[in-house]
């Protein structure tokens, strides 16, 4: 009953057309989340082992000095009221210093990040590129040596750990065939070389036009991007296949048929088209896992980026760092998948 | 018949299958004129395989093997794919049960229709959409402007179907499969569905295969009736003399409808003979 006299209420309020109302409940959600993802930050903070006065000032200071330090960091305060300027920092793009660094930590993560979204954009880019072909392949011709392959190739990808395929790469790649550059984003004598626009070598050097860095540092991304498009090509072929037999099975497909289209428009024109939507998501997911800072893989190959910054932040007590970076991530998590949503939404007649 | 569209001889659709090869149609001949040929049976009996069979579309691991398939000047068994694709749409389509699943969702009406008439002629894209317009026209959909518009699911389920006529007759096709196209549907637009296919079949001279398991329906819209039992046409006869058909099965069948004029506490049950399972097909040529 009550439920019945707030709608009605709701009626007689000023009319919003209902896409506002969708983006007004999307940036509720959004903004809710992010709250939360705040919360278990700032708790991680404090419930860690670490004493954050003693992680600035070091052990040697004397008790002055430690009780200055701890007035200042604003520890004195209620622990919501600590929250709350926690907030506010966050919210004006301020995570603290970092003590390993000695720098922003927005500063070092503004730094570190291009690497990580160069290595991950060109690894799902290779993992959607071979991955989706690969995932309708098995699925047309269910059973045959094709869809063997791809099992095959998947479970590799499912079943080994990275650091050793990593390493593996590296032995073979670099080490013995000489096919690859080095751990690291480029080599010695080509550092500061480019003209920092982006912070993705690869673009900024092809705005320059220097074609011999852009050489160097693809040579350098591309084994630890390639690793990384074989883990994701895994789940998305994978994915791919299953969305596809559905879809394959269903009446449309048989209709397209019997309109007697080629086999290759009813599997791409009718039967893709009903995946693009379920396939946004498994990309978008893909994506935000290899954004996160595949650690492993960065560590082996040397990649300054996200992942190795957060390890060793956190290896060094440096938790202004870790949270920084933890924060960051779980903001582009959101955002990916608010960006999927839309593009469903988009794709989507139905959810029109 | 003298005009004969379509003439099948000893028509078997088998599924090889762990325990054998399994036998969906077993050896059944039919041949259809521009003419309104009822096929009915319950579910399982192989009417629905048959329609697809004629357009070999039987999905692998089944296959079709018969004595003979012509439909008109070619021979469908030893039609490659490239020839099927050539013949399906263009001189054989099919409607199916739901339009609800047999339309694509993701594409709107003037999409799918188009597209089953470019397939098969070359023609501009504004010519493909007022041939589309004066297609649904026919099968009296109001603002057919709007509709080329909409996505299948903006539109009811008579509504579909009508689409699904008007779409799989764009291409102008000689023989047309209806699988059960009104089982899916309120019994209210049934009717009138069934009427605006009817008359265009007619209109159009066209050959009906029209695949159903409710018996009036076929006696009041087909000219002949063939009854399906265990992958065999166990009968064949004038729909108008349905009532009078002979063989146990289509007069069990016939037994369990319900009447409303002389009600009965209790429906027959159908009493199935072993028999009948190996008794010869009869053939429906």
């Given at each position: 009953m009550t439920e019945v006299t707030q709608h009605s209420e709701d009626r007689r309020g000023p009319v919003l057309p209902p896409w506002l109302k969708k983006l007004a409940a999307t940036l509720l959600t959004v903004a809710v989340t992010l709250l939360g993802l705040l919360f278990v930050t700032f708790m991680i903070g404090r419930v860690m082992p670490i004493d954050p006065v003693l992680a600035v000032?070091?052990?040697?200071?004397?008790q002055a000095q430690y009780d200055a330090a701890y007035l200042e960091l604003g520890l004195d305060k209620s622990l919501l009221e600590q929250f709350f300027i926690y907030v506010r920092d966050v919210l004006s793009g301020d995570f603290g210093k970092s003590i390993r660094t000695g720098q922003q930590v927005t500063t070092d993560i503004a730094r570190v990040f291009p690497a990580t979204l160069e290595l991950a954009t060109l690894g799902t880019i290779i993992g959607i590129v071979l991955g989706v072909p690969l995932g309708v392949m098995a699925a047309v011709y269910r059973g045959s040596w094709i869809d063997q392959t791809a099992r095959f190739v998947g479970l590799i990808g499912y079943s080994m750990p990275i650091f050793w395929l990593g390493l593996v790469g590296l032995l073979i790649?670099?080490?013995?065939?000489?096919?690859v550059e080095g751990p690291g984003r480029l080599g010695v004598f080509y550092q500061g070389l480019v003209t920092e626009r982006t912070g993705l070598l690869l673009v900024d050097s092809a705005i320059d036009g220097d074609w011999t860095v852009f050489k160097n540092a693809f040579g350098h991304i591309i084994l630890p991007a390639a690793l990384l498009g074989y883990y994701s090509l895994a789940y998305i072929s994978r994915m791919t296949r299953s969305f596809m037999l559905e879809q394959l099975n269903s009446e449309y497909v048989t209709t397209a048929r019997v309109k007697g289209l080629s086999e290759r428009k009813v599997i791409w024109r009718h039967a893709f088209r009903n995946i693009r939507i379920q396939l946004i998501t498994v990309i978008a997911l893909a994506y935000a896992n290899l954004l996160e800072g595949s650690v492993l893989t960065e560590i082996i190959f040397a990649w300054p980026g996200l992942g190795s910054y957060i390890t060793t932040s956190l290896l060094a007590n440096d938790m202004n760092s870790v949270l920084g970076g933890t924060v960051v991530i779980g903001t582009i998590f959101v955002g990916l998948n608010i960006f999927s949503d839309l593009l469903y939404r988009f794709f989507d007649p139905r959810a029109k | 018949m003298s005009d004969t569209l379509l003439d099948v001889e000893n028509l078997w659709v088998r599924f090889p299958t762990r325990n054998g090869i399994f036998d969906a149609v077993r050896g059944i001949s039919f041949s259809l004129g521009r003419e309104r040929l009822g096929i009915v049976g319950e579910s399982g009996s192989g009417k629905s395989m048959t329609g697809r069979a004629v357009l070999k579309l039987i999905r692998k691991p089944g296959f079709v093997e018969a004595d003979k398939m012509q439909m008109g000047e070619t021979?469908?068994?030893?039609?490659?794919e490239r020839d099927m694709r050539a013949i399906r749409g263009r001189h054989a389509a099919m409607i199916m049960q739901d339009p609800k699943f047999s339309l694509n969702p993701v594409m709107t009406v003037e999409q799918q229709m188009v597209e089953a008439l470019t397939t098969h002629e070359r023609v501009s894209r504004r010519e493909a959409r007022s041939r589309a317009l004066e297609m649904l026209d026919a099968v009296a959909i109001r603002e057919p402007e709007r509709v080329l518009r909409?996505?299948?699911?903006?539109?009811s389920g008579g509504m579909g179907q009508r689409i699904m006529i008007a779409m799989m007759l764009i291409p102008d096709p000689e023989i047309l499969i209806a699988?059960?196209?009104?089982?899916?549907?309120?019994v209210s637009v049934q009717l009138q569905v069934l009427e605006i296919m009817d008359k265009l079949v007619k209109d159009r001279g066209m050959g009906l295969i029209f695949i159903s398991h409710d018996l009036n329906l076929v006696a009041n819209f087909c000219d002949r009736v063939a009854v399906m039992y265990a992958g065999r046409i166990v009968e064949v006869c004038e729909a108008g003399k349905l009532q009078e058909a002979q063989h146990p099965y289509t007069r069990g069948l016939l037994n369990a409808v319900p009447d409303l004029e002389h009600p009965r506490d209790r429906l027959e049950v159908l009493e199935r003979d072993p028999a009948w399972r190996e008794a010869p097909s009869v053939s429906a040529r």
């Amino acid at each position: 009953m009550t439920e019945v006299t707030q709608h009605s209420e709701d009626r007689r309020g000023p009319v919003l057309p209902p896409w506002l109302k969708k983006l007004a409940a999307t940036l509720l959600t959004v903004a809710v989340t992010l709250l939360g993802l705040l919360f278990v930050t700032f708790m991680i903070g404090r419930v860690m082992p670490i004493d954050p006065v003693l992680a600035v000032i070091g052990e040697r200071a004397t008790q002055a000095q430690y009780d200055a330090a701890y007035l200042e960091l604003g520890l004195d305060k209620s622990l919501l009221e600590q929250f709350f300027i926690y907030v506010r920092d966050v919210l004006s793009g301020d995570f603290g210093k970092s003590i390993r660094t000695g720098q922003q930590v927005t500063t070092d993560i503004a730094r570190v990040f291009p690497a990580t979204l160069e290595l991950a954009t060109l690894g799902t880019i290779i993992g959607i590129v071979l991955g989706v072909p690969l995932g309708v392949m098995a699925a047309v011709y269910r059973g045959s040596w094709i869809d063997q392959t791809a099992r095959f190739v998947g479970l590799i990808g499912y079943s080994m750990p990275i650091f050793w395929l990593g390493l593996v790469g590296l032995l073979i790649f670099y080490g013995i065939l000489d096919w690859v550059e080095g751990p690291g984003r480029l080599g010695v004598f080509y550092q500061g070389l480019v003209t920092e626009r982006t912070g993705l070598l690869l673009v900024d050097s092809a705005i320059d036009g220097d074609w011999t860095v852009f050489k160097n540092a693809f040579g350098h991304i591309i084994l630890p991007a390639a690793l990384l498009g074989y883990y994701s090509l895994a789940y998305i072929s994978r994915m791919t296949r299953s969305f596809m037999l559905e879809q394959l099975n269903s009446e449309y497909v048989t209709t397209a048929r019997v309109k007697g289209l080629s086999e290759r428009k009813v599997i791409w024109r009718h039967a893709f088209r009903n995946i693009r939507i379920q396939l946004i998501t498994v990309i978008a997911l893909a994506y935000a896992n290899l954004l996160e800072g595949s650690v492993l893989t960065e560590i082996i190959f040397a990649w300054p980026g996200l992942g190795s910054y957060i390890t060793t932040s956190l290896l060094a007590n440096d938790m202004n760092s870790v949270l920084g970076g933890t924060v960051v991530i779980g903001t582009i998590f959101v955002g990916l998948n608010i960006f999927s949503d839309l593009l469903y939404r988009f794709f989507d007649p139905r959810a029109k | 018949m003298s005009d004969t569209l379509l003439d099948v001889e000893n028509l078997w659709v088998r599924f090889p299958t762990r325990n054998g090869i399994f036998d969906a149609v077993r050896g059944i001949s039919f041949s259809l004129g521009r003419e309104r040929l009822g096929i009915v049976g319950e579910s399982g009996s192989g009417k629905s395989m048959t329609g697809r069979a004629v357009l070999k579309l039987i999905r692998k691991p089944g296959f079709v093997e018969a004595d003979k398939m012509q439909m008109g000047e070619t021979d469908l068994l030893t039609a490659s794919e490239r020839d099927m694709r050539a013949i399906r749409g263009r001189h054989a389509a099919m409607i199916m049960q739901d339009p609800k699943f047999s339309l694509n969702p993701v594409m709107t009406v003037e999409q799918q229709m188009v597209e089953a008439l470019t397939t098969h002629e070359r023609v501009s894209r504004r010519e493909a959409r007022s041939r589309a317009l004066e297609m649904l026209d026919a099968v009296a959909i109001r603002e057919p402007e709007r509709v080329l518009r909409l996505y299948p699911h903006e539109v009811s389920g008579g509504m579909g179907q009508r689409i699904m006529i008007a779409m799989m007759l764009i291409p102008d096709p000689e023989i047309l499969i209806a699988d059960e196209p009104t089982s899916a549907l309120d019994v209210s637009v049934q009717l009138q569905v069934l009427e605006i296919m009817d008359k265009l079949v007619k209109d159009r001279g066209m050959g009906l295969i029209f695949i159903s398991h409710d018996l009036n329906l076929v006696a009041n819209f087909c000219d002949r009736v063939a009854v399906m039992y265990a992958g065999r046409i166990v009968e064949v006869c004038e729909a108008g003399k349905l009532q009078e058909a002979q063989h146990p099965y289509t007069r069990g069948l016939l037994n369990a409808v319900p009447d409303l004029e002389h009600p009965r506490d209790r429906l027959e049950v159908l009493e199935r003979d072993p028999a009948w399972r190996e008794a010869p097909s009869v053939s429906a040529r």
